[in-house]
């Protein structure tokens, strides 16, 4: 019942590392929200002046509205992920700074006004890159349901924070409120080390297709220098193959892969995919022409083919990519109906040749994490055949 709750609700909960992220999140976040009562308690403690009150709140505010200003930039050219954890970390250092001058009786009013501003700094750097990460660790349909988790963070440690941190600063003093603050951050970037640590392949499903500058700024999105690259990315040749050009290009460049869609397992792509095109021999359809055209990108290039194509798993004609020399991408599998033990020889495919995608298949298992990795082993060994040899 709580997983089809979760199911239809919070799909975004369903995703491992969504939800590692999450968590993740909240301390954080609930560290902040700990930081800004603390500062506030203290500095009206030293002074009981309202004005040094409003000086501190202009230290905490106006930092991070500059930082702001460029932090999505930053966030957008750069790792996301090594953003946050340097982040992260110069904030439990500036926090852990704080705690030791206020546990030692020590603290001055400059010393909270100007960590305040330093803290506001970081942050501003910090929050653009996070609020862009959650969207890599969600599939699209649940994508909703991950930003409402992430308003609920602020709004949840908003109200709950003050009256829970006023009880801490009534039995303890405000020093502690500095300590949780850093070990928030501390979780933040313990949980973007996991993440980075499960040293997956990536695959950005981005189905890009344009022509000219369009295409070339994608390709150096997906598959350059961007923050963005994935190890391959999936492609959409429906402007003439040509035209996916830029995009090869750059992921031949930088070691990346393509995955051109050829035959999908949608029904609205057949009156498409399955049309018979016009050159080339007679009767080939559009789906073969693309596969054809992937696989002499792949013969001009050479071993290992970096050029691979999409056909769905439920297809009952698919294209024949046994001259592909590259690899084929088999969406569809498990809850799509794709059956693992038909997989073989898929459109003459040889051994090793397929990669099943059965990442809906998995999740549909959780939010258990037992249940998670017991399903994911199963589909592990449901297609292992793929790879034997003939």
């Known amino acids: 019942m709580l997983r089809g709750f979760i199911s239809a609700r919070y799909p975004a909960l369903l995703s491992p590392y969504y939800r590692r992220y999450w ?94 501003a330093l803290f506001s700094l970081v942050t501003g750097l910090d929050w653009p890159a996070r609020s862009a990460i959650y969207p890599y660790l969600v ?15 602020w709004q949840a440690t908003r109200m709950a924070i003050p009256a829970f941190g006023g009880l801490l600063i009534a039995l303890y003093d405000t020093w502690v409120m500095f300590a949780i603050g850093a070990a928030g951050f501390a979780v933040l970037e313990s949980t973007i080390g996991a993440l980075r640590e499960c040293g997956v392949l990536v695959l950005a499903d981005a189905k890009r297709g344009d022509i000219g500058s369009t295409m070339a700024a994608y390709a150096d999105a997906w598959v350059g220098d961007s923050p963005l690259a994935a190890d391959a990315v999936t492609a959409s040749p429906y402007l003439g193959f040509g035209s996916l050009q830029p995009l090869l290009d750059t992921a031949r460049a930088h070691e990346r892969g393509v995955f051109v869609l050829a035959a999908t397992s949608n029904p ?16 080939r359809s559009v789906a073969q022409s693309i596969v054809d ?10 071993p290992p083919g970096a050029v691979g194509v999409v056909v769905g798993a439920t297809l009952a004609e698919p294209p024949d990519v046994s001259a592909l020399r590259g690899p084929v991408l088999v969406p569809g599998v498990g809850v799509q109906g794709g059956r693992p033990d038909a997989l073989a020889g898929l459109g003459g495919a040889l051994p090793g040749q397929l990669l099943p995608a059965v990442s809906r298949e998995v999740l549909r298992a959780g939010p258990d994490i037992t249940a998670l990795r017991a399903a994911a082993e199963r589909m592990r060994d449901a297609v292992s055949y793929l790879n034997a040899p003939a």
């Open 293 to 302: 055209a992937a696989a002499a990108v792949n013969e001009q290039w050479g």
């Open 23 to 116: 968590l993740g999140s909240f301390a954080s976040v609930g560290g902040t929200q700990f930081i800004t009562l603390g500062q506030g308690w203290l500095i009206f403690e030293l002074t009981g002046s309202a004005w040094q009150l409003g000086l501190l709140g202009a230290a905490a505010a106006l930092p991070n509205i500059l930082m702001t200003l460029i932090g999505g930039v930053i966030a957008d050219r750069f790792d996301k992920r090594r953003i946050i954890v340097l982040t992260s970390a110069l904030c439990a250092l500036l926090l852990a700074v704080l705690a030791a001058l206020d546990f030692a009786e020590v603290v001055r009013v400059w010393h909270v006004l100007t960590i305040a």
């Open 139 to 153: 599939e699209r349909h649940a994508l909703m349901s991950a930003v409402a988790l992430n308003a609920f963070i």
């Open 268 to 283: 609205e792509g057949a009156s498409v995919q399955r049309a018979i095109g016009q050159g080339g021999p007679a009767g």
